[in-house]
């Protein structure tokens, strides 16, 4: 069921009693899982609207609830560099689930293309990145979110990619280059952490120097932190790319993973197959278009990538 942004403002006023709604704007994106408004009071505080469009999103709001109170007092001691949505209160939804309410928190997103090198904010998303690995993992297995191992984690991506080869979309190619590089052990020994699981630039919120929120919990879980790296090494500028993984790697304790970069640049891969696969799924046509377009440019790219290589490797003529 999709809601209006008055309906959902309706829906704030019900969680929070006494809550005095003058202004409500919609936020988010139409068609993801969540119906999402900003509601303004008549003290001019400003307050998010969650509600879940179907049960599985339903399912995965509960469990991203079990997990932000935890996540809410590593932030106050100052484990977490930055805070985290903290619900203010919730109603019942027809047919089930619920809405919940929580104050928007302070900062605007991140713009990776505008990431410069240096101590500033690129170093500062690398620490914050670094904090969610150093929490301990009983806060998700507590909350009962998923919790792998490397090696169960390393099946559980060659999984995807059999799946993905099985819609005949995937350049050859690219599946070759994925097994290559999931059947290298020695790429998968790693320590598992808390992955946030879902970083995106409309989570991270900055106020141009530092991370002052981190949204989107609901894919939480323990597993690899080359997870939360992908979208960074694919799409921030290289100096600040360098930035922060200097940053993340000092804030890190006892960081020994050879292959954290190697693995981070495949899970940016690999999710453009998820997202094949979830077109696939949902029989969205344009979303699987959409899925097919990029692994075709992944693919070209590859190919550009192997030649230079070649062509580097090659012995000068005398």
Known sequence: MTRSPLALAALATVAIPGLDARDVRP?????????????TDAERKRWAVRAPVHAAAGAALEAELALLGALAHHADTGALPFDVPRVAGSVPLEGGGRAV??????????????????PGLAAAIGRSVAAIHELPTS??????LASYDAQSYRERRLSEVDEAARTGKVPGTLLRRWEERLENVAWWRFRPTVVHGDLTASHVLTDGHLVTGVLGWGEAKVADP???????????????????????????????????TDRALLAGELALARWLLFGVRTKQDDVVADA???????????????????????????
Do not use: C, N
């Open 27 to 39: 936020a988010g994106s139409p068609g993801t899982d969540f119906d999402v408004a900003v509601v």
């Open 101 to 118: 309410v929580h104050p928007v928190l302070r900062g605007s997103e991140v713009r990776l293309e505008s990431l410069t090198g240096g």
């Open 139 to 144: 806060i998700v297995e507590d909350a009962g």
């Open 226 to 260: 080359a997870d939360d790296l992908a979208w960074l090494l694919v799409a921030a500028p290289s100096d600040a790319v360098e930035s922060i993984m200097e940053a993340y790697q000092l804030r890190r304790t006892e960081l020994k993973d050879p292959h954290l």
């Open 292 to 318: 097919e377009e990029m692994l075709a440019e992944l693919e070209a790219h590859v190919a550009e990538e192997q030649a230079s290589e070649v062509e580097q490797d090659e012995p000068l003529e005398e």
